[in-house]
């Protein structure tokens, strides 16, 4: 019967106790109690949990036979001494904020906070085994031109000669371009390699971003009423952006040439699947 409750959890994950004592009853005639159908699934160590989505083509056979070629390619290039060069932007906004807290049994955990968003300030970094080798923030879209741009600014400041740099990115729409620097005469050598789609865990930069995002969670709620009070002979919107932007550089060195290593480090325990050709979870 146990196992019959864990099929139907692995089967939907999102079902209640509810419905799945329901499911019970109607399919074996055995009537379990939802405090009963919890006790043996904690039996068998199944919690609740947040819901991650999976997008139903992520596992599909041609990203992973995709996933299997990057890795391949990442591997060769390690082997072969070149530094790699991961990047990826993100965006941060006033919304921005711890999502729990504390308060009374029975009472709700409220607190204050912006009556909207604000606009997106984009962070664009680049990081590789030693560290943050280049990053920008900047207000506004950040298109393809916009990204190129950016690029051919990091390798300028990647010491490395360029036959010796790999440049890993993901299929966002802002990266359409980047293989045409690959032709340009400054940047002879460099090569651009790109991620299977939904392949996020193989981007250890987005471990970094997280490292940040979470400093200025931490600042942001302990300086919420600077956040509220403008600033004199600027606007609200104009302001707002300034406290964005400060917190910002402010949480930047959070990302630290031992974290950039082991981020780097950790994605590598993907690589074995990849090959393999096993499925890819989402969140790790």
């Given at each position: 019967m146990i196992d019959t409750l864990v099929g139907y959890v692995e089967a939907s994950p999102q079902l209640t106790l509810k419905e799945i004592a329901n499911k019970l009853r109607e399919e074996t005639g055995v009537q379990?109690?939802?405090?009963?159908v919890h006790k043996h699934l904690s039996g068998r160590m199944y919690t609740v949990k947040k819901v991650l989505p999976e997008p139903v083509t992520m596992n599909s056979a041609t990203n992973k036979d995709r996933r299997a070629t990057f890795v391949r390619k990442v591997m060769e290039a390690t082997g072969a001494g070149k530094?790699?060069?991961?990047?990826?932007?993100t965006n941060v906004n006033l919304f921005l904020r711890r999502s729990e807290g504390r308060s009374r049994r029975g009472q709700r955990c409220c607190v204050k906070v912006a009556t909207g968003k604000g606009d997106n300030i984009h962070v664009i970094g680049a990081i590789s085994q030693t560290g943050m080798v280049?990053?920008?923030?900047?207000r506004g879209s950040f298109r393809k031109e916009d990204?190129?741009?950016?690029?051919?600014?990091?390798?300028?400041?990647?010491p490395e000669p360029m036959e010796n740099v790999v440049v890993v990115c993901d299929n966002?729409?802002?990266?359409?371009?980047?293989e045409a620097i690959q032709a340009e005469p400054e940047f002879e050598g460099v090569q651009v390699l790109r991620t299977a789609p939904y392949s996020a865990p193989l981007n250890p930069i987005e471990e970094c971003w997280s490292a940040m995002k979470a400093a200025m969670k931490?600042?942001?709620t302990a300086s919420f009423q600077e956040?509220?009070?403008p600033e004199t002979g600027i606007s609200q919107t104009e302001h707002r952006l300034r406290y964005l932007e400060r917190n910002i550089d402010a949480a930047m060195p959070r990302i630290t040439p031992i974290m950039c290593m082991h981020a780097c480090n950790h994605v590598q325990r993907h690589f074995a699947g990849c090959l393999a050709r096993m499925d890819l979870a989402m969140g790790v």
């Open positions: 379990l109690s939802t405090n009963t530094t790699i060069l991961y990047m990826d932007e280049y990053w920008e923030r900047r990204c190129c741009e950016w690029l051919r600014r990091a390798l300028r400041h990647c966002a729409p802002a990266h359409t371009d980047l931490n600042s942001m956040m509220m009070t």
